[in-house]
């Protein structure tokens, strides 16, 4: 069986503008939207999870790889999602979460992670690599061949798991990867630029040709058969309140160099908070994996503060409100570690950015217990009355629309869901020919 990935890039060697949305994310909720929106359009599904969301020791989120599988699987069934169209994607896997390690323990950490998703399921890897470690040079560019090196080297191991994978189900599909050194950093950066240098074509053409060499010491002669995407800088990125916009000018010698390689395409990371029509012409110019996590779980957060504010209006005084905001706020100053050394500034800035940065930070804690306890509340209450039309007009106006016209249902959990698929939307008309947006 051919994999979907490869079966797009197939498509886009004749002449079609398509391309894959990555959801990155490990949000129940995200997923569960992102799975109905596919449902809905009877079309696949990339999910990805990141190496410090889910590893070996089982990450920020407590998961290891099959406890990830196993989730997502569940929301599929639970809303009859045909698992066969999920594509399951490894984000990041390399030794970056130990990366202040020596070389010695952090790629043998990286090689028993990347041996773990193969072996889970995933079928997307995303060799990452670029990162210096604890006993390389401080001041010097970390040199291609090392990454190249580096990176060869996990590939075999995710070749080595698969041939296990294969003994128990001879029907897998094997795995496609992904390879490049200029990765933005995972989740947004962390300092304000209006202007992102663009990955020059002089360092893409030297991430190939050095992979293709290195693939030769490390035997992997045919690794390129399954390589399917260079991660590249195309100028996109955001920070706590700025974005830098696409400029297909300013990406388009970049663009053009990708010609020369047509089993190729370029995966975008950091595309999270840029337009429809941005979208769309990275599409049509080569960024062939759109990737996507922190605006995702941003909506979400969008939403569930607008519920919390019909909530606190609607509900008598006697009855135990969520207090969702509180409740996140409070949790986020007792737990720092995922946002403080992301956020910048005086007391103020830092309780803004808490709850609106781009970067979203916020992710990191809807997963705890006192976290999701008030989100369940929160629905509970506000299941228990009826949200009026026109609060619902003030507080989620495009919402309103559609449950004015029959087309959701006034429900909290599905108001929730329903403004992360407002940017579902966008990916979906970058991606998909012919795909025309429904709401505006």
């Keep these: 069986m051919q994999h979907p990935l490869k079966a797009m890039i197939e498509k886009r060697k004749r002449g079609i503008h398509c391309a894959v949305p990555s959801y990155c994310t490990a949000n129940e909720l995200v997923i569960e939207a992102v799975l109905e929106e596919a449902l809905r359009h009877d079309d696949i599904a990339l999910i990805e999870a990141t190496a410090n969301q889910?590893?070996?020791f089982g990450g920020y989120t407590g998961m290891k790889p099959p406890d990830f599988v196993r989730m997502v699987l569940a929301i599929a069934h639970r809303i009859g999602f045909d698992e066969a169209k999920i594509i399951l994607g490894g984000d990041h896997l390399g030794p970056l979460t130990w990366c202040r390690e020596t070389e010695e323990t952090a790629m043998k950490k990286a090689e028993v992670l990347v041996a773990s998703y193969v072996k889970a399921g995933f079928t997307k890897i995303h060799l990452d690599t670029s990162m210096k470690l604890g006993d390389d040079p401080k001041e010097e560019k970390l040199p291609t061949?090392?990454?190249?090196?580096?990176?060869?080297?996990?590939l075999k191991v995710c070749e080595e798991a698969f041939k296990e994978v294969k003994k128990l189900n001879p029907h897998a599909v094997k795995p496609v990867y992904i390879i490049g050194s200029e990765v933005p950093i995972p989740g947004g950066s962390q300092e304000a630029e209006e202007d992102v240098m663009v990955t020059t074509v002089e360092d893409f053409e030297d991430t190939v040709e050095t992979y293709t060499d290195v693939f030769q010491e490390y035997d992997l002669e045919n690794a390129w058969d399954d390589i399917i995407a260079v991660v590249v800088q195309p100028g996109v990125e955001f920070s706590d309140s700025s974005i830098c916009k696409y400029d297909r000018m300013k990406a388009r010698e970049l663009c053009m160099a990708l010609k020369k390689y047509n089993s190729?395409?370029?995966?975008?990371?950091?595309?999270?908070?840029?337009?429809?029509?941005?979208?769309?012409?990275?599409?049509?110019d080569g960024v062939g994996i759109l990737k996507v996590g922190p605006a995702l779980t941003f909506a979400l957060r969008e939403a569930l503060f607008a519920l919390n504010k019909m909530e606190e209006e609607l509900i008598d005084e006697e009855c135990k409100c969520s207090g969702f905001i509180q409740v996140l706020?409070?949790?986020?100053?007792?737990?720092?570690?995922?946002?403080?050394?992301?956020?910048?500034?005086?007391?103020?800035?830092?309780?803004?950015?808490?709850?609106?940065?781009?970067?979203?930070r916020c992710r990191y804690y809807l997963g705890e217990k006192e976290v999701t306890e008030s989100i369940e509340l929160l629905f509970h209450n506000l299941d228990m009355v009826e949200i009026p039309l026109n609060m619902l007009y003030q507080y989620m106006p495009v919402q309103h629309k559609k449950v004015r016209d029959g087309i959701l249902k006034n429900t909290a959990r599905s108001l929730a869901k329903d403004v992360v698929t407002s940017i579902i939307y966008d990916y979906e008309y970058a991606s998909k020919e012919n795909y025309e947006i429904g709401w505006s």
């Design 264 to 284: 190729l395409v370029f995966e975008g990371h950091s595309t999270d908070y840029q337009s429809a029509k941005a979208l769309r012409e990275m599409v049509e």
């Design 145 to 154: 061949r090392v990454i190249a090196s580096r990176g060869a080297r996990l």
């Design 54 to 56: 889910v590893n070996q």
């Design 329 to 360: 706020e409070k949790v986020m100053l007792e737990k720092p570690d995922n946002w403080k050394k992301h956020y910048h500034g005086s007391e103020k800035y830092l309780k803004l950015a808490r709850k609106y940065s781009f970067s979203d």
